[in-house]
């Protein structure tokens, strides 16, 4: 995964939390697929007669895309990776928004999604930017960590660290680098001062 | 050795547990304690067999069932075939990798934070991670305890050490006595009012000052335990005579010689005198009251006397208006005098014996509302034990609760233990989220005390106004 063009799905809300991303109900499988359908379940869908809710942006057909955009504050909550699961599994490759919750970050990060991080003003501008065109453009550049809008002539520099990207850029994984390290987990657990 | 520089608590345990700093990469730090439960570990384990690789360090991890299984007829097989499938996955898991298992049944078995200190598993100064992101309740006994996501759960398994970027520090100061009536998870729920639910993000929290050093044990875990409802990584408070008085003894707690050397360096555990936070908030306990919460995120809460403001802090119109609709309220009003269905009184924050035995002490002799259903739902089968051993059963059973089998019940709803939507619940709990508590059910989150008042009086009630003087003291 290097760059991410694509339209974006917006939802304006700060403090979503994961039990919205996904409801505890369907924690339930042991599996890591199939989490995608209840993505945003309680507002996708009328609680009482399961129908669709027509004005949630996931259903009004209005918005489509790979970037999600969220208000402040993604992710709180529950540690609940099923969560990233979820979002993944709904084809989301990118959610941007102006603060995410720490462990919520490093879910998105072990599945492949970038959480990227932008000013208030800049989710500001992406809201009121795809109000007013729907197929507003942007396009995520990982190598060179740039968000632009080339329609309004916006391109901001976005922070990842070093080994998060390459891993995002490479689709490697956290336990190939630690076993890499095993000798010294080893040499650890024998020399450590305080057990 | 960065050793004559002056630390905080939190960044010794951390440097104690540097495996490996290598430049642009996040730390790897060795984990002393994994606490694997049925619902964040499967995918874990298939992970694992995917790569043909054990679980490293199997007397490291602890298993119990928790999240997803029935407070009711725990003799009997599980009814709901999808928890049975999950809690019968964590059994078979944990035979084939080797790892002991507290399950349904069990005489150890319990909500995961609840069973680990009062096991004596958890201790001071050590590293323990868990697939929930109420671990930091560990923290209480001065160890640096977080919650993870089920690949990191994969990656401790496989190699007993995580790969995480170092947190910032925060020290959240409370000097001064608590009033009559308030207790530890009043602390808690103000200091997220303060500082809301997104304040605490990237920080890792230092709990300290005379109201922290003046709580029990397991008051200070519910502190430790909503961390994370602010946001923060976790949230640890310096050992002191109190938490050796409290882990002595215990069944896995070091004995003789062993005790003699883990003191030595349990004693080094506190903030050095001149160290610097990254954050500092201080607050007096004499501000504090009871307190609710109105909306659908932790930080939405006010002192019971208060009215609901017009915007939460870090909120917006729109989201406090969103939130206010879920819950069926108007603004800026008192919640004081509003019916309500449901009282739960459990949880990782407050299930353990003193949270029964302060809700004992407030109905012993009183009748629960005639309309309102209360589920009180132990932490684990020893405060179930313990409970019944000090007749609290009896006092619960009196006052029309019912008294239900260890578990994490309706803090989250995965098993049978649903709010109906649209029903009010009082409850002892963590979160206030939309839904949390049943598809639509409204949560207010209080202390045991505020809940017991609740079910009692069949509405929301300032606590203060019933304490008998008997009560005086808590």
């Not at chain 1, 919750?101 to 009121?128: C, G, H, M, R, W």
């Not at chain 2, 530890?184 to 929290?205: E, M, N, P, R, W």
């Not at chain 2, 106004?465 to 009560?471: G, K």
Request: aromatic share 8%; proline share 4%; hydrophobic share 40%.
């Amino acid at each position: 995964m290097e760059i991410i063009k694509s339209t974006i799905v917006p939802l304006p809300l700060e403090n979503v939390d994961t039990d919205q991303i996904i409801p505890a109900r369907f924690l339930k499988s042991t599996s890591r697929e199939g989490f995608g359908e209840n993505l945003f379940r309680d507002w996708r869908y009328d609680k009482i007669t399961g129908e669709k809710v027509a004005d949630f942006v996931l259903n009004a057909g209005i918005y489509t895309g790979d970037i999600l955009v969220a208000g402040k504050n993604f992710g709180c909550g529950s540690s609940r990776e099923h969560a990233a699961w979820a979002i993944n599994d709904y084809g989301f490759k990118v959610v941007i928004s102006s603060f995410f919750a720490d462990i919520f970050k490093n879910n998105a990060l072990n599945n492949q999604i970038l959480p990227l991080k932008v000013s208030d003003e800049i989710l500001d501008t992406l809201f009121k930017g795809v109000e007013q065109n729907p197929n507003l453009e942007v396009t995520v550049d990982i190598p060179n960590q740039t968000l632009s809008i080339s329609e309004i002539g916006i391109k901001e520099h976005f922070e990842i660290g070093m080994y998060k990207k390459r891993c995002l850029i490479n689709n490697y994984d956290d336990i190939d680098y630690i076993l890499s390290l095993t000798k010294e987990i080893e040499i650890f657990e024998e020399t450590r001062v305080v057990r | 050795m960065e050793s004559s520089k002056a630390k905080t608590l939190f960044e010794k345990i951390w440097d104690a547990h540097l495996v490996h700093r290598q430049e642009g990469h996040p730390d790897l730090l060795y984990i002393d304690r994994h606490f694997i439960h049925e619902v964040t570990s499967p995918q874990a384990f298939d992970g694992l067999r995917r790569r043909g690789l054990p679980v490293y360090r199997p007397a490291q991890t602890i298993a119990t069932a928790d999240h997803n299984v029935p407070t009711k007829n725990q003799h009997l097989p599980i009814q709901e075939p999808l928890s049975k499938f999950q809690v019968d996955t964590l059994t078979r898991n944990c035979k084939e990798f080797g790892l002991d298992l507290y399950g349904l049944g069990h005489e150890k078995q319990g909500i995961v934070h609840v069973i680990g200190p009062e096991l004596g598993i958890s201790l001071p100064g050590m590293t323990m991670v868990c697939g929930d992101s109420h671990t930091a309740t560990h923290g209480a006994l001065g160890s640096i305890a977080f919650g993870i996501g089920t690949s990191e759960v994969e990656q401790v398994m496989a190699t007993q050490a995580i790969l995480q970027t170092k947190p910032k520090t925060m020290k959240i100061q409370i000097d001064g006595t608590l009033p009559r009536g308030v207790l530890s998870k009043d602390i808690i729920l103000y200091i997220i009012a303060q500082i809301s639910a997104s304040g605490g993000t990237g920080y890792f929290v230092e709990y300290t000052g005379s109201a922290i050093r003046a709580l029990s044990m397991e008051a200070r875990m519910t502190i430790c335990n909503m961390s994370i409802e602010m946001g923060a990584r976790g949230g640890l408070i310096a050992p002191d005579q109190i938490t050796f008085e409290y882990i002595k003894g215990r069944q896995f707690t070091p004995k003789g010689e062993a005790w003699e050397k883990a003191m030595t360096y349990w004693e080094t555990l506190y903030s050095d005198q001149d160290v610097k936070f990254d954050k500092e908030y201080h607050f007096k306990a004499e501000d504090i009251q009871p307190m609710i919460t109105y909306g659908t995120n932790p930080g939405m809460g006010i002192g019971i006397q208060e009215n609901i403001p017009e915007v939460a802090l870090n909120s917006s119109a729109e989201e406090m208006a969103k939130s206010l609709n879920y819950m069926g309220l108007t603004g800026q009003q008192s919640l004081i005098g509003k019916k309500i269905d449901y009282v739960f009184i459990g949880s990782c924050t407050n299930s353990r014996i003193e949270d029964l035995r302060i809700v004992a002490d407030f109905v012993r002799g009183k009748q629960k509302a005639a309309d309102v259903e209360v589920w009180i739902v132990p932490g684990s089968k020893k405060v179930e034990a313990q409970a019944i051993a000090e007749g609290l059963d009896k006092v619960f059973t009196n006052a029309g609760f019912d008294l239900r089998q260890p578990g994490c019940s309706a803090c989250l709803a995965m098993n049978e233990d649903k709010v109906p939507a649209g029903k009010y619940c009082v409850s002892t709990s963590n979160r206030n989220f939309e839904g949390r508590q049943g598809q639509g059910a409204r949560t207010f989150l209080v202390s045991p005390l505020m809940a017991a008042a609740a079910a009692v009086k069949g509405e929301i009630s300032d606590v203060r106004e019933m304490l008998e003087p008997a009560l005086a003291a808590i």
